[in-house]
């Protein structure tokens, strides 16, 4: 039997009831910025990608079509700076979460193994060093990337950049130390960068950054992607949770691994929605629209939060404001629900957010402005 945590929005009930309850001037009952679910349309142009591919009766290829993986290629070196993509190390997945959940396993990993991850960080990662039976364990900074002994050196180390829930981004340096550490002592390190289109850090100018910094940036990896794997999803910056639409790329290598075992399980992405995720990463004008549309939101919010106590810290990127009153998670939570708003406790999160929530831009513009509006009164 799998040992696997309690699955952690079911404790979140009692205090969506409490914040349902409350009548509201504004009549919109409960504003639930709990999870980062996109609302906003899909995009037309991946609709028709999609309607255009519908009539699919033969099977579709595990690895992807070669427009595809090619497509993806193009989309690092125009939207990430990483111009080195081999087409051959691209592989589209069921959603990124799947892939997050199933890499220790894809890999071979097992009893014995240890599978680290930031210390505020995605459940997921956890659960997927549970289900291939290896040791989940918190590796947070470079700091814990000093000398291990070989039962505490992970086999598989998850960086999330930009962090989810923190909104943390890793800088080039950063990123160089740990794959400089990671090749000294063989250990695969998969990048978790969904939110990267997601940027709020200004630059000189005023313009906020069009990406953050990815794994495969050749001024991180010296120009080798050997060991290295950037996961990514475009149910964020498309609007296409909906689809299941991501992508792993990297060591070509280590993705014909993945691949092969893929191709037993019936690990497949539809054909349409292999269609829809070329459409997707070849129009940037779509991810720029959508980003205008979550930065207004993060004006709005952001002025709700200050003005009710709360404190952000980090949140320089991606759809969340991660946010401390300095007292306790669930503190905080009752204090918002008694605005009829819902936010996700830092503790979901691992230990490290127990004094933080997490407050989801996603959310329809009205309901935005509402719940600034509630933080704000008196």
Known sequence: MISLPDFPWDSLAPVKERASSVATSDGLGLVDLSVGTPVDATPEVVQEALRSASDAPGYPQTWGTPALREAVARWFATRRAVPDVDPDGVLPTIGSKELVAWLPTLLGLGPGDVVGFPSAAYPTYDVGARLAGATPQVVDGLAALGPLTPST???????????????????????????????????????????AELDWRTERGGSTAPTTPSILDPRVT?????????????????????YRAAFVAG????????????????????????????????????????????????EVLLAGVRAFGLKTTHSEAGLYLWATAGEDAWVTLERLAARGILAAPGTFYGAAGRQHVRIALTAPDERIRAAASRLSAG
Not at 161 to 177: F, W, Y
Not at 222 to 242: I, M, P, R, T
């Open 222 to 242: 010296g120009g080798s992607h050997e060991g290295l794997l950037c996961v990514y999803s475009l149910s964020k910056q498309s609007n296409l949770a909906g």
């Open 251 to 298: 060591d070509p290598r280590l993705v014909r691994q993945i691949l092969e075992v893929r191709k037993h399980a019936g690990m497949i992405v539809p054909w349409p929605v292999q269609a829809a995720i070329t459409a997707a990463v070849g129009d940037a004008g779509h991810v720029e629209a959508q980003k205008a549309v979550y930065a207004a939101r993060r």
């Open 153 to 195: 050196t992970p086999r598989l180390l998850w960086l999330n950049t930009p962090g989810n829930p923190t909104g943390q981004v890793l800088g080039i340096e950063h990123l160089a130390k740990v794959v400089a550490w990671a090749r000294q002592h063989g250990v695969v390190v998969a990048s978790d960068e969904c939110y």
